[in-house]
């Protein structure tokens, strides 16, 4: 099916909404009035534009207020439709949004509503306009699709039709099953939008909550369907007014919006992509310093060993059991300093993964670094991570670890209390306009299923996390976003150490030198009266900045070390399926480290 976008959901000027469309691949755009309206551009030239951008213009919108009314009123509402009409035909489209009226001149009476929508549409008509009539969810007297189809119904038009908007039938709780009732060709336009679900007043929801599909909690796929079996056959059209998108750069959410609606065509058997491949593990992290010597220190302390160089550039590969970290100290590191550049995915089918995701339109990277590296393929996530789609010691395939030389090094004892065998997750924090978009893409693309997005109060500011693992949480990835004092702060990521027994863990790091991140004292006065612990394991926590946790499977004891650069450490303890990332503590775990000054 054809894919349209509304201006309204795009930052910037209308010039600027309609690049950003037609380079992610959009057919047609809905312009929105205010966007015209505030374009320099001649009606003519933003034909003009749009046509030279390959879209087309597949709706104007929106006409307010028009229906129901007192005769002399609706003939000032024809005088101005008949203006909107003119201005259509300049613009070359042929589809206006009319949306229920919230006029307090409107009367509640659905025959006057129908009998002046068919004049509406007969003025329209002349102009070779066709009329969708939209229940917005707040409408004065018309709030649902049901209600708006009955009146269009009624008007017997073939110039009237009804525009369905699945934030407006769904934040109503209305049953998507009556729209097939409706005959397709009456269904003369299908806008989407998903949405968080909040207790909220059902305007300010909409006009500033709106999201992509698949980013909030309807059942969008479930309405499309309906809709298809209806009979429509125009376009899926994305309207999302979001206070976030409306910041954000135009670009980059016309790309996520696209992908958003790709996942869902895709869900319902609308669009054939090659199938997610979920990653069974993580192979590496990478991490790019400009000075390896503070996180040697820490990553030694942790019990992680340099066991092998990279052949021709400066990359070392510490490791211990599964947990192996990459210390890059090439030219990227001296731009930006100690930060996570790169996550090695462990992948049953690397190139399956990459066709994947380059069908959801995310960037793919060069498959070679340097000419005598394996050829491994990667994509960048939305926040810049490089990604790449590793098979680690698989003989039939490239393998990363091949690019490695080994070297020499005191092999620590075999079975240490408290070593750290594998990477527990990864904390990555996003641009905060990038938030929604991380999730859908961590999910659609790499096939990662998305937790509860969980909201802590930080010291600064709102901190949300949400989490996307794989089935059987071999792969964790804790997206997060949050205000912080410094910018540094703001784009901490880390990187979370799985042990069996984190006292001794810590421990150990503190005996080797390291820095864990203290923490207040009124955390476990708090501690104890919440939980009961035994004699002397509180004093333990309390001693070591160890924090806990508790859910209904199991328990978390998780600490932290201090931060170099933009990364820091966490050594995690999870017993008997504890399923969280000890959100509870967010708050006291931030507050300590912005009272911290990071290393260099
Ligand atoms: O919020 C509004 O006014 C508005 C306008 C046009 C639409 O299509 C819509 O769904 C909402
Ligand atoms: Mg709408």
């Not at 909040?198 to 059942?219: N, T």
């Not at 796929?221 to 007014?241: C, I, K, M, N, T």
């Not at 019990?303 to 211990?320: N, Q």
């Not at 904390?427 to 969980?454: C, I, K, M």
Request: proline share 6%; glycine share 8%.
């Amino acid at each position: 099916m054809r894919t349209s976008i509304a201006t309204v959901s795009l930052s910037g000027s209308l010039t600027e909404k309609l690049t950003a469309a037609s380079r992610a691949g959009f057919d047609g755009v809905e312009i929105f009035e205010n966007d015209l309206l505030a374009s320099p551009l001649t009606p003519e030239e933003i034909r003009a534009r749009c046509a030279d951008l390959g879209l087309t213009i597949d709706l104007y919108q929106p006409m307010r207020d028009i229906e129901a009314v007192p005769e002399d009123e609706f003939a000032r509402n024809l005088r101005r439709a008949r203006h909107k009409f003119e201005l259509m035909r300049r613009l070359g489209t042929d589809a206006v949004l009319v949306c229920s009226t919230v006029s307090p001149l409107a009367l509640d009476d659905d025959a006057l509503a129908a009998a002046q929508l068919g004049r509406l549409a007969d003025l329209a008509q002349d102009f070779g306009v066709r009329v969708a009539y939209e229940a917005l969810a707040w409408g004065r007297h018309v709030s649902t699709y049901d209600h708006a189809w009955s009146i269009v119904e009624a008007a017997g038009h073939p110039a009237l039709g009804t525009c369905l908007d699945s934030f407006h039938i769904l934040s109503r709780g209305s049953d998507p099953k009556g729209i097939e009732d409706i005959p397709g060709e009456k269904i003369f336009f299908l806008q989407l939008a998903d949405a968080p679900l909040l207790a909220m007043d059902v305007l300010q929801w909409s006009r500033h909550y709106r999201c992509f599909p698949g980013q909030g909690g309807f059942d969008i796929a479930g309405l499309l369907q309906h809709v298809v079996r209806a009979g429509y056959d125009g376009p899926l059209s994305l309207e999302v007014f979001n206070d976030v998108f409306r910041q954000a750069e135009a670009g980059t959410t016309a790309v996520d919006a696209r992908r958003s609606l790709l996942v869902l065509q895709e869900s319902i058997g609308l669009a054939s992509l090659p199938g997610p491949v979920v990653p069974t593990g993580i192979a590496f992290a990478e991490l790019v310093t400009p000075d390896a010597e503070p996180v040697a220190a820490i990553l030694g302390a942790l019990g992680l060993a340099r066991t092998a160089r990279h052949r021709s550039k400066p990359v070392d590969l510490w490791e211990r059991g599964e947990a192996r970290i990459l210390v890059n100290t090439g030219p990227a590191a001296r731009r930006d300093g100690t930060g996570l550049a790169a996550v090695g995915l462990e992948s049953p089918d690397p190139e399956g993964a990459a066709r994947r995701a380059e069908a959801l339109l995310a960037p793919v990277l060069p498959r070679r670094r340097a000419p005598e590296d394996a050829p491994l393929d990667a994509v960048a996530a939305p926040d810049g991570t490089e990604l790449f789609f590793c098979a680690t010691d698989r003989p039939e395939l490239p393998n990363w670890r091949a690019d490695f030389e080994t070297i020499e090094y005191v092999e620590t004892a075999g079975d240490v209390a408290g070593a750290v065998d594998r990477i527990d997750h990864l904390a990555l924090t996003q641009p905060w306009h990038h938030f929604d978009e991380a999730a859908l893409f961590h999910r659609s693309v790499l096939g990662l299923h998305g937790q509860e997005s969980v909201d802590v109060a930080d010291p600064y500011g709102l901190f949300r996390s949400r989490a996307v693992t794989n089935s059987g949480g071999s792969v964790r990835i804790a997206l997060a976003v949050g205000p912080a004092p410094t910018e540094d702060e703001t784009r901490a990521q880390h990187i979370a150490l799985a042990t069996d027994d984190v006292v001794a863990a810590a421990r150990r790091f503190r005996a080797a030198g390291g820095g864990l991140l203290p923490m207040p004292a009124n955390y476990y006065d708090d501690l104890a009266a919440r939980y009961e612990f035994t004699e002397g394991e509180l004093a333990t926590y309390r001693e070591l900045g160890i924090l806990y946790d508790r859910d209904a499977q199991g328990e978390f004891r998780h600490c932290y070390t201090r931060t170099v650069g933009r990364v820091f450490f966490e050594l995690v303890q999870r017993d008997g399926g504890y399923q969280g990332y000890g959100a509870q503590n967010a708050p006291v775990r931030l507050a300590a480290q912005h009272g911290q000054r990071p290393l260099r």
